[in-house]
């Protein structure tokens, strides 16, 4: 019998376009400062440290967890490091989550942190296309890298297949609204990397196309900066909870799954997210969820794209495929509507600092359910090339 | 160019050993040019029958499942895990397919494709094959624009004149594009394409309408360049950057400069970098004071750049713009 696991302490740093003050280190030592206070417990309690780090490229190292592991305190205790692609974070909080639930460790530290953008591309003296670049060392090596794969190249694929089979959903004016909502959304979340860029639905219509059909405004942006958790199990879980105040945000579910990375018969079906279908039912199944229209109140969803944030509501089984604008023009993610949708501005505003992205995303949901009382949230990762990779994670407030 | 083709890395890509500080709240910060980088000797192993047949004999290989008959194209492994791993063959297949999908159209590249923007890449299904390959898509009509390949068009495999054993070596272009004689030719190359050659287009004789119009357009893309001029944040859009423009309108024509943060309008240079060709200027004036983007302008046929490449500036001129909206909005 598994055990239930937790979360009892969370934080995230300030995510900025360029944090020229800090290294990855002192980014990942200050979450984890950040996430025992906000428990009120201290470091040496804790158990195991689990890090979300995505990309050795960002940080200019290939293992970067060794050196931050001794700096979050968490020396001669068990360290180890997940690299999913954009689902990175995610699947750092699956694989602590089994940890803890098998009773290997009563404590853990989640740790997700990124350094993108001291890359540099000296020959348009900017640092987008160098970051770019680097994400694009994660295609297919032999087939693909070298014809120009991108992260946004293959999401598009999947979007513009979906558009394919379902032309009237997508419509531009409804990306361009939910970009603008999520706009709105982000100025209560101080640590967002455009807290102040507030845009109207014309703006974003308006702003340049950087991957067909994707506009600049539909785009996560690239960021540094940390997240962290701490996850406990349940009699420890209680016990930190009662000494410090703050309520048990339990873990009751996760799913996860990964496509096949070629498109064609038996392989990857391009008009879908099946990862996304996937991971979300068999984190509904743990759960208990039987229909997730009735029992999600709050989504913290990987917005990598808009257009990608709507298939993955579908796939979730919240809205029908092939009526994802449902969202907006029936008012289901609108303010008052049945589903909050990335409060925290998601990965558009708030920003994408990848192996940190979807652990600010449980952050935000926590803060949430226990801010609003609500009960049920569902956090996701999507990563890899043509949204490959899934993870799905159900947070249930007591 | 030529030599600079030989090397894995061009010379352009590399930056000079240095530093600078950056003082932020008062507090100095040191920040280094660095790189990472490893060199390769590396096999095509089990790949390389695909990769020497597209390079030597200009065939397109899949492979087949033995049990179940399925081929995937490229030859993505030997055995089938559909089938507990029965054994692959080597298979021929057409040099025809169609689009599995819309296929994206990448206008903002990395920095190892900002040449070949805009580009396509897309997975055809050729004839024969079960299953999906990437490739580049080309028009012959000049810039890629969304609608001419879709899901379903019929696509023809192109080989480059010179290959090295590369998926580089071939591309797709619409087989609508092409003569029957094109079509049927098994190793078709690129050399017996007619590619539409990027000349500017033509401008009427200015009317004298055409000639107030562009005075006062001048007037205000002038007043808004200033404006960029002097903020912040745009002129952080185009720091280290360097470019003399000719832009050619109906009304008239100017010279638009960018320096290291610095943007100015003035007479049209001698020696530009590039040539912008827009039939109205008020395209431009758009673009600039954030009426829409002129990136699209460009993908639109509204403005005519000399070189592709040049995206890139167009780009950063989006991005000005932007960038002076919301400094207006705070």
Known sequence: MSRRVGIVGAAVTPFKGTWREKTYYELAQMATREAVKDAQMPIADVEAAFYGIYNDIFERAAIPEHAIHGLCGMQNKFGVRITTGGATGAYTMSAAHAYLAAGRFKTALVLGVEKATDCFDFTSMSATPEVIKSIAWSGDSFFEQPIGWSASDSYAEVVLAYMDEHPTDLKPEVTAQISAQLSQQVRTNPYAQRQFDQVTAEEVLNSRLVVYPFRELEICVYSEGAAALILAEEETAKAISRNSGKPVIWITGVGEANEHSFAGKNHKVMPRIMSDYYAARRAYEMAGIEDPTKAIDIVELHDAFVHQLEISMAEFGLVPLGRADALIEEGLMTPGGKYLVNLCGGLIYCGHAVGASNIMSAWSARKELINRRLKTALVHGTGSTIAQFTACMILEHE | ?330
């Open chain 2, 1 to 330: 160019m030529a030599a600079e083709k030989k090397r894995l890395i061009p010379s352009k890509y590399i930056p000079e050993v240095g530093s600078f500080v950056e003082t932020i709240d008062g507090k100095r910060y040191l920040i280094a040019n660095d790189a990472m980088y490893t060199f390769y000797r590396r096999t095509k192993g089990e790949f390389s029958p695909f990769f020497l047949a597209l390079r030597d004999e200009k065939r397109l290989l899949g492979c087949k499942c033995v049990k179940c008959g399925q081929v995937r194209v490229p030859p993505f492994l030997t055995h089938c895990p559909d089938c507990d791993f029965a054994p692959t063959t080597e298979v021929e297949v057409g040099q025809v397919g169609i689009m599995n999908s819309t296929p994206p159209i990448t206008y903002f590249a990395t920095s190892l494709f900002q040449d070949m923007a805009p580009y396509g890449r897309g997975r055809v299904i050729f004839e024969g094959a079960d299953t999906a390959m990437s490739v580049n898509l080309y028009t012959t009509t000049g810039i890629l624009v969304p609608g001419i390949f879709k899901k379903g068009t019929k696509v023809k495999l192109v080989f480059r004149d010179d290959r090295v054993g590369d998926v580089r070596d071939v591309f797709c272009v619409p087989l609508s594009e092409l003569s029957q004689a094109q079509v049927e030719k098994k190793g078709l190359q690129e050399s017996e394409i007619d590619w539409e050659a990027a000349v500017p287009p033509p401008l009427a004789e200015a009317t004298p309408e055409a000639q107030a119009a562009y005075k006062q357009a001048f007037k205000e893309i002038t007043a808004i360049v200033k404006e960029m001029n002097a903020n912040p944040r745009a002129r952080k859009d185009i720091a280290g950057w360097k470019r003399a423009i000719v832009v050619k309108t109906l009304g008239g024509e100017f010279g638009l400069f960018i320096k290291d943060g610095d943007i100015r309008t003035g007479k049209p240079p001698k020696s530009p970098d590039f040539v912008m060709v827009c039939e109205d200027p008020k395209t431009l004036l758009d673009g600039l004071a954030y009426r829409g983007a002129i990136t699209d302008a460009v993908i639109n046929r509204k403005l005519w750049i000399s070189k592709n490449q040049e995206f890139i500036t167009i780009f950063k001129l989006d991005r000005m713009a932007r960038s002076l909206a919301r400094t207006k909005k705070v």
